[in-house]
Nanobody
Framework: QVQLVESGGGLVQAGGSLRLSCAASGRTFSTYAVGWFRQAPGKERDFVAGISSSGASTRYADSVKGRFTISRDNIKNTVYLQMISLKPEDTGVYYC??????????????????????WGQGTQVTVSS
């Protein structure tokens, strides 16, 4: 079992930065690949970034490339999402999710949300214009 807890969301002006954290319980967290998703009101949950269980491989949605960076610290059982140059369209609830495996391959952006085994409760990010 893995439990995920997101934090770090908030209200920020356009152009600002935030760092989200996804803290995990469970000693085997280092064997789980992790993805960050976001969901805007009335819209589907969309892939934002993903990282392999080892941290060696990452992938990003085109809309955030060059602005967001995903990383992980398997000693601290935490995955981070550093977000810079934020835009109003980045507004939404951000979720982290995990599935077992993929040591060297980051989550495919097309991997459907239901194929992730564990989800956090989400953290709200609001970017004002």
């Amino acid at each position: 079992q893995v439990q995920l807890v997101e934090s770090g969301g908030g209200l920020v002006q356009a152009g600002g930065s935030l760092r989200l954290s996804c803290a995990a319980s469970g000693r085997t967290f280092s064997t789980y690949a992790v993805g960050w998703f976001r969901q805007a009101p009335g819209k589907e949950r969309d892939f934002v970034a993903g990282i392999s269980s080892s941290g060696a491989s990452t992938r990003y949605a085109d809309s955030v490339k060059g602005r967001f960076t995903i990383s992980r610290d398997n000693i601290k059982n935490t995955v981070y999402l550093q977000m810079i140059s934020l835009k109003p369209e980045d507004t939404g609830v951000y979720y982290c999710a995990a599935y077992w495996g993929s040591m060297w391959s980051a989550p495919d952006p097309s991997r459907p949300p239901h194929e992730y085994e564990y989800w956090g409760q989400g953290t709200q990010v609001t970017v004002s214009s």
